[in-house]
Nanobody, 130 residues
Framework: EVKVVESGGGSVQAGGSLRLTCVAS????????VAWFRRRPGKELEGVAS???????????SMKGRFTVSQTVSQDNAKNTLYLQMDGLKPEDTAMYYC????????????????????WGQGTQVTVSA
């Protein structure tokens, strides 16, 4: 089981920026996928972006542009830190943001599909005011 811990949420005015951080540790395989999801009030869970162990990124529908995902990996590959840079935030970006991991990956290519991820963090709240 991969341990996943998010941080960095908060309140910001429209047009502002936030950077979320996710620390994933306890990998038992050199191969993994990590991703950001969000759940907006009254909406279904949405995939924001994912990153593979070799650095390939994938963005959910309409997420690319204002959201940028990146990661740093420890030398022993046992831990990585995933970042989600969010710029030009809008009130509709208000949501609980979750980080999730899967190791080994559920599919040949990392996705932003909820079912492909086994280990989830508790989430971090982002609130954007008009």
């Amino acid at each position: 089981e991969v341990k996943v811990v998010e941080s960095g949420g908060g309140s910001v005015q429209a047009g502002g920026s936030l950077r979320l951080t996710c620390v994933a540790s306890g990998y038992t395989s050199s191969r993994y996928c990590v991703a950001w999801f969000r759940r907006r009030p009254g909406k279904e869970l949405e995939g924001v972006a994912s990153v593979s162990d070799d650095g390939v990124t994938k963005y959910g529908y309409s997420m690319k542009g204002r959201f940028t995902v990146s990661q740093t990996v420890s030398q022993d590959n046992a831990k990585n830190t995933l970042y989600l840079q969010m710029d030009g935030l809008k009130p509709e970006d208000t949501a609980m943001y979750y980080c999730a991991a899967s190791s080994p990956p559920a599919a040949p290519i990392c996705t932003t599909i909820e079912a492909d991820f086994n280990d989830w963090g508790q989430g971090t709240q982002v609130t954007v005011s008009a």
